[in-house]
């Protein structure tokens, strides 16, 4: 899910501007936002999902 957020990210963002002009600078720094909160979800999703393929890759050391 998060792979398939960032890639229709941009988008999604090209049909907002098409269909609700904003404040660039507002959009910017959601934009900021938004990439921010999910490269934390990405990191989180990559160490969660590494330790559990660890775990089952190598049981006898977890």
Same mark, same amino acid.
């Given at each position: 899910i998060v792979l398939a957020a +960032?890639?229709?990210?941009?988008? @999604?963002?090209?049909?907002n501007n098409h269909m609700q002009p904003r404040r660039l +600078?507002?959009? /910017?720094?959601? /934009?900021?936002?938004?990439? @921010?909160?999910?490269?934390i979800l990405f990191v989180t999703g990559i160490c969660f999902f590494g330790?559990?393929?660890?775990?089952? +890759?190598h049981p006898d050391r977890a």
């Open positions: +960032a890639f229709d990210d941009d988008f @999604v963002h090209n049909m +600078a507002e959009d /910017q720094e959601i /934009q900021k936002k938004l990439s @921010v909160c999910r490269s330790s559990r393929l660890f775990v089952e +890759a």
